[in-house]
Each structure stands twice: as C-alpha cells, then as structure tokens.
C-alpha cells in the first residue's frame, strides 16, 4: 500500500463525487435539508422535542446513508468493469480501499459541520469545549467505518447498483429506527444495544451535554470501534473475494 497511490485514488474519488449532482445532494444537500425540516418540527416546544434531544441523531443518520453512496459506487464500478481495469495497475485492494475509508471520512466531517451549523439557528446549544468538538467528530469518523464496511459488504452480495440500493436499508433502517432521532422505548433497546448507531447517539449526546465524563461516552467509543474494525475487516476481505471481479 503506497500514500502517493492512496492520495491519486481520494483525489479522483472526490472530483467524481463533485460532478455527479445526485450523489452531491444525497451526502451534502440531504443532511442539510434534513437538519432545517426537523429544525422546522423540533424546534417547537409544543412537541416536546428540541433540537439538542434531536441533533445527535442526525449526526449518526448522516453517517448510516454512506452504506448506501458507498454500495451504489462499488456496484456501479464493477458493472462498468473499472475495476477489473484497476485491477491490471499497480494499485492494490488495499490502496483502493484506503481511498474510498479516507474520502467517506471527509464527507462525513463536511456533514457533522454542515448539520452543527445548521442546526444552532434552530435551538441547538452545544454545552461542551474544544475537547468535546474533537471527541464527537472523532466519534462520527469511527462510526462512518461501519457504514463503509457495510457498503462493501452490500456491494458485494449485489448484482447490480440497483440491488445494492435496495439492500442496503436492510443495514439503514434498523439503525434509523431503532439508534438515532427516534426515541428507543423499553421493548426495542434490548436490540438497539446492539446497533453501533445506538452508542453513536448515545456518546455524542452526552458530549454536547458537557458530560464527558459519562459512561457512554466510554462504551459508546469502545463499542463502535469494535463493531467498525470487525465490519471493515468482513467487508475488504468479501470485497476481496468476489466484489472486485
């Protein structure tokens, strides 16, 4: 695996997701969107919600729709057989890969930032410091692993882009449902706690409460990287059998 590789392979991961509009608006304009319709709802105290109950989750539902961008790319470039002809340079599964996790981190920092500043206009008043500013997009990055893993994984099992789209809110919904802005009852959080989007929301919840010293935030990190590097790791080693041929 070689950085100048790695570099030339983010650089033409980036360009291409600028000049596609649709995939602009799904990891850009979305979570923009998302952030002042639930601004416009939430950030009524008549519904018993506000924004810093809210925001959390949009920060993990940002980062859950990457299983979708990422299965729809891996798809489309083996359908289109760029793949096979990466395949025939010196770049390796490795360098390929490196460059997809680097470039979907990016994106997820720019949604984290985009969703923030957004959503103080509606009522959201982080109470934390630099320290907690750090700790939650390092938090968000960790977390986007899973979602990348996962794409892979969709990709994988896919036999066209299409599918992949489909099967990848069999990774989505749970996670949307059941671990980000809609509140986990007694009956559902026994499977929540197995959802990294659970723990996700969770820690980042209790950082912008100021509270970093909480459990959560402890568990929530351990959790999530665990479940990330396992996801990874089962997602590269599929994608190395049968996803890049």
Do not use: W
């Amino acid at each position: 695996m070689k950085f100048k590789r790695i570099l030339a392979l983010l650089k033409m991961e980036l360009l291409k997701a600028i000049r596609e509009p649709a995939f602009f608006f799904l990891m850009l304009l979305f979570p923009a969107l998302l952030t002042i319709m639930f601004g416009l709802v939430f950030g009524d105290p008549e519904f018993g919600m506000t924004m810093n109950t809210t925001a959390p989750g949009l920060f993990a539902y940002a980062c859950i729709f990457i299983i979708m961008t990422v299965a729809q790319s891996f798809s489309e470039m083996r359908d289109q057989g760029l793949l096979r002809r990466l395949n025939t340079t010196p770049m390796t599964s490795a360098d390929f890969i490196a460059s997809e996790i680097l470039s979907n981190m990016i994106i997820v920092v720019l949604q984290v930032i985009i969703i923030y500043i957004l959503a103080i206009p509606f009522g959201f008043t982080p109470n934390t410091n630099a320290i907690g500013m750090v700790l939650a997009f390092l938090l968000m990055i960790v977390f986007s692993l899973s979602s990348v893993g996962l794409g892979l994984i969709t990709a994988t099992i896919s036999k066209s882009s299409g599918t992949a789209t489909g099967l990848s809110f069999i990774f989505i919904l749970p996670q949307m449902f059941l671990g980000t802005f809609i509140p986990v009852t007694a009956t559902t959080k026994p499977i929540a706690m197995f959802l990294p989007s659970y723990h996700a929301t969770q820690a980042i919840s209790a950082i912008f409460s100021g509270d970093l010293t909480n459990p959560l935030v402890l568990t929530g990190f351990t959790f999530i990287s665990i479940v990330s590097i396992a996801i990874i790791i089962i997602g590269i080693l599929l994608f190395k059998k049968s996803g890049n041929k």
